[in-house]
């Protein structure tokens, strides 16, 4: 009989209302923990922003685009956990937040874990080729990204920022979505997702950082250690930067600045309360990412408000 798992919320919808029988599969592809999600699906839905206006598309971001980037992003945030799994089942059964999961712990076996994954990159697969053609080419260049990422806790310290490339890849393809190409403002504001995941990731490693030394696993918040809450200050501040510049060169109006501060409140906030022997409070500042990037989200659609001039005009 499988348990709820440590980083799940304890009343998540799987764990309280899903049948018996569904819950591990529910689990493989993180279904139990949403805020993945999330961050997957967000950058998406910044870079369909941010194109409204750099593309001179004119008003708000689509609404169908936005619900297709939701359910792609649902769907390969569960087919690359699951393909993730798979590379680190061994690695996940030394690990006391992990072991539990339902490959290590014998509930689903290798082979139907890849069946999941295949299943689920057909169905986003089919929901990709609804968009144009850059959007097309974006999105199948991404599986290498996805394909590489379990293997840098191997061979780097920084896996965290390998994530970053992998998980704001949805900028570029939904500012594609719109404009057709891509421009200045999108290279921009995926680098600022580059360096905002650097930081969250950070904090979500602290829940790790003795069973990843046991393990041999190397994470950016191992190789910082104790500079770790300035370390990840530096990379908000450089995300919120790159975000302001994104703004500026894509022609957004000024109703983004305060959602803009906000931002960067959020974040330094987060930085100054991480506590390396909180892993529980680490989590809970991990989590809290949704909410960062829902207001720099509404930032960018408030931007669009027409007549307003640039940012830095």
């Not at 719109?178 to 602290?206: C, E, K, Q, R």
Request: charged share 15%; proline share 6%.
């Amino acid at each position: 009989m499988s348990t709820p798992l440590p980083d799940a919320a304890p009343a998540n919808w799987v764990d309280r209302s899903a049948p018996a029988a569904l819950r591990p599969w529910l689990r493989l592809g993180r279904f139990d923990r949403p805020t993945g999600i999330w961050l997957l699906m967000l950058p998406g839905w910044q870079g369909a922003a941010l194109a409204a206006a750099a593309a001179a598309a004119g008003g708000p971001p689509d609404l169908l685009l936005l619900a297709k980037v939701f359910a792609g992003a649902a769907l390969m945030r569960a087919a690359g956990c699951a393909y993730n799994d798979i590379v680190d089942r061994d690695i996940d059964a030394k690990v006391s937040r992990t072991a539990g999961r339902p490959i290590p712990s014998g509930q689903i076996s290798v082979k139907q874990a890849w069946g999941f994954v295949i299943g689920c990159a057909l169905v986003s697969l089919a929901i990709l080729l609804t968009m144009n053609l850059v959007a097309i080419l974006l999105g199948a260049a991404s599986l290498a990204l996805v394909a590489a990422y379990p293997f840098m806790k191997r061979i780097t310290w920084w896996p965290q920022a390998w994530l970053g490339l992998t998980f704001n890849w949805g900028a570029l393809l939904g500012y594609a979505a719109v404009a057709g190409t891509l421009d200045w403002p999108a290279a921009l504001l995926y680098a600022s997702g580059v360096f905002w995941t650097l930081g969250y990731d950070t904090i979500y490693a602290v829940q790790d950082l003795e069973d990843d030394a046991l393990a041999g696993v190397k994470s950016s918040a191992r190789r910082l250690g104790a500079s770790a809450p300035g370390a990840v200050l530096g990379f908000y501040l450089a995300s919120f930067l790159l975000a302001l510049l994104a703004a500026g060169i894509g022609g957004l109006g000024p109703l983004f600045l305060p959602f803009a501060a906000l931002f960067a409140l959020h974040l330094s906030r987060q930085a100054k309360a991480l506590q390396l022997d909180d892993p529980m409070g680490a989590l809970r500042l991990f989590k809290s990412n949704r909410e960062a990037g829902l207001i720099l989200f509404a930032g960018l659609v408030a931007g669009l408000w027409p007549g307003a001039a640039g940012v830095f005009r």
